[in-house]
């Protein structure tokens, strides 16, 4: 593998990983509590409220954990490890790890948060209700991939630090 | 009654839970 091409993709994979989970974070800091939108939150769409949080729910972090988790694969694939990181053989059971709760990450990004997002925000019609509704779950969903960013980010740190057996 | 994710603290807590509680459990199941 060139040397070069493999500190692209880690490269890529730490930026990408940021712009993703510093979202998370973000939020975190930004709103440490569960504060309940108003029905006037998402009714008028001038409200800072409602303008902070389009703000914030943009595509970028969707697209950069597509970003992360391809470079990741890759960089695991081209040391021809991924069979074996996959399937938590010795050495690469921590990485392995991380791969599997990134994944699920991933998936809980496009197929749990962004559905409802795009509820919460107006894309996809929806009542006042059900949008309300749905800006619980996005919460709990966000709060998931922050709570399993701290695994995550102890399992790629112990691939490549040691510390853990394997 | 909050649920954990209702607070920064409740979040970090599980997160740190969860980690050390797979990081006991990897060795027995790592191959």
């Known amino acids: 593998m060139d040397p070069l091409f493999d500190l692209a993709l880690r490269w890529t994979h730490f930026i990408a990983g940021i712009i993703w989970v510093g979202h998370n974070y973000s939020s975190v800091v930004q709103r440490p509590g569960w504060r309940p939108l108003a029905a006037a939150d998402l009714t008028d769409d001038t409200s800072p409220r409602f303008q902070a949080l389009l703000n914030r729910e943009h595509g970028f972090f969707r697209w950069a954990s597509v970003v992360a988790w391809s470079a990741g694969l890759l960089m695991l694939w081209q040391r021809g490890w991924l069979a074996g990181a996959l399937t938590l053989d010795g050495a690469l059971a921590p990485i392995g790890l991380g791969t599997w709760i990134g994944t699920l990450m991933m998936l809980n990004v496009w197929f749990v948060l962004w559905p409802h997002q795009q509820k919460v925000l107006g894309l996809v019609p929806a009542s006042v209700d059900e949008r309300l509704r749905c800006s619980r779950i996005t919460h709990l969903s966000s709060r998931t991939n922050t709570m399993l960013s701290i695994p995550l980010l102890f399992f790629m740190a112990a691939s490549s630090h040691g510390g853990l057996a394997g | ?31």
């Open chain 2, 1 to 31: 009654m909050r649920h954990p994710y209702d607070t920064a603290t409740g979040t970090i807590a599980l997160g740190l839970l969860l980690t050390a509680v797979l990081a006991a459990l990897l060795p027995l199941v790592a191959g």
